[in-house]
């Protein structure tokens, strides 16, 4: 039988269990932050000395956490990645901004629990030889920024933050900075652009990784408000007892966002990989079906820029066999494990957590309409195949559905989606506006064509003027007179 495994949200939804530091401590919060800042130094048998954070941050990579943000890339290469010998300061930055439709899991967090996020946090920037870090919170959390701002005040007077944290010489400031209300605020360099002050514009990589310049051209860190609660209970448990949690190359836990035509729409939080698509919607501990006499038409595994599944889709993925031999299975999409690898295999991703189910009342070209909206509405308009073909494909999918289609708009929104991604932008924006049109027209094209070839056809024949038109050349006449 599925379950959930809580681990992030343990307690977050028990009766009485509040996000103030007194019941967090009570429920031993901010043991793992001791246990860090407790670790000391190891010699090696070559005879080099290991410090407590570097053995924090291999722990971290021994782990396998990938980050809950969008990408799943590894948290402890990510890391190793930061310039520790530029002699300027290192900064860490929480992506609080979660604005991926269909996602969230991130603002259950900082509203049930947000001593926990602070105390992955602080254990992160100890790790890292980080003073100074901030958490980017999306600019509509007005509530999530209170309580945030409150969670600090206790920390610092319990000496969590400030000078000398608990008796070591480490010394952490960890400020909320409100964001701008754009989707893009959330991209990484946009989020460290906005931060300084500036209009969100994603910076170009290369140069500007931000593990080498990133907040005031400083190496800094940006990790998403889930990756950095995995941290914590990485440091409290250790890697290995962590790394149990889930399957190979897709550890520990991560929480699924479940919306649209299920029962039970929701947060759960499973162990990456251990739970199928088809059990995160049908079974009762979690979506708990489609709504009575529905079936399932699509679904968006992976927030709104995720490439979308057709029910009944079939995938050949390598899977290791019970001898450690890999073997070719066939899967049926509902079949797929929830984990990075599968859906990326399938041609999709699990992109930050963000599961939209539709059944088959949905109009599938409203659907596309609606997310391709929010893409043109949200594109930060530097590079030009985002900044037209968003709004392009906006318009040809807003003509679709107010009667106005053409039987070529499925082939020109296929056009215009093939030309945006693909390193032709500074940003991943390009693939996540682009990435739903592709896979809805391909995977639904006799529904837009037949939208279109139905609007066209409705058209009214263009009525002839009785009188012959005057050519050209006599109205230039007429006019010259
Ligand atoms: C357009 C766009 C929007 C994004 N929005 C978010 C977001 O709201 N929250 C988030 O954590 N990551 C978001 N990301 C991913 C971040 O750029 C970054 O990869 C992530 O915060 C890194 O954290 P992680 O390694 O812990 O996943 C977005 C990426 C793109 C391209
Ligand atoms: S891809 Fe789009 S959102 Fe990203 S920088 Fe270019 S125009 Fe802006």
Known sequence: MPQETRLILKYADEPGYAPDIECYLRHGG???LKKAL???????????TVTGPEQLRDEVTKSGLRGRGGAGFSCGLKWSFVDRKSGKPIYLICNADESEPGTF??????????????????????????????????GEFTEGARILNRALQEARAQNFLGKNIL????ELQIHVHRGAGAYICGEETGLIESLEGKR???RIKPPYFPAVLGLYMCPTIVNNVETLCAVKHIAAMGAAEYAKLGTPNNTGTRIVSISGHVKRPGYYEVEVGKVTIGELINDPVFGGGLRDGRKLKAVIPGGSSAKVFKAGEKFKLKRRGPDGKEVEKELE?????????SLIAA???SGSGGIIVMDDSTDVVEALANISEFYAHESCGQCTP???GSLWMAKALHRLTHGQGRKVDADYLIKIADNIPGGRTICAFGEACAWPVQSFVAKFKDEFAARGQADEERKQPQVESAAPKPKLQEQMLAKAH
């Not at 602070?118 to 003073?131: F, K, S």
């Not at 008796?167 to 480490?170: I, L, T, V």
């Open 38 to 48: 407790g670790i000391a130094p190891k010699t090696l048998p070559n005879g080099k």
């Open 167 to 170: 008796g070591s010489e480490y």
């Open 347 to 349: 041609g999709s991703m």
């Open 386 to 388: 985002c900044r037209e």
């Open 105 to 138: 899991k991130d603002k259950q967090i900082l509203h049930k629990d947000p001593h926990q996020m602070l105390e992955g946090m602080i254990i992160a920037c100890y790790a890292n030889d980080v003073h100074l870090a901030y958490i980017y919170i999306r």
């Open 200 to 202: 969100a514009y994603p």
């Open 333 to 341: 999409m509902l079949e797929l494990p929830y984990d990075f690898d």
């Open 30 to 32: 901010y043991e793992a």
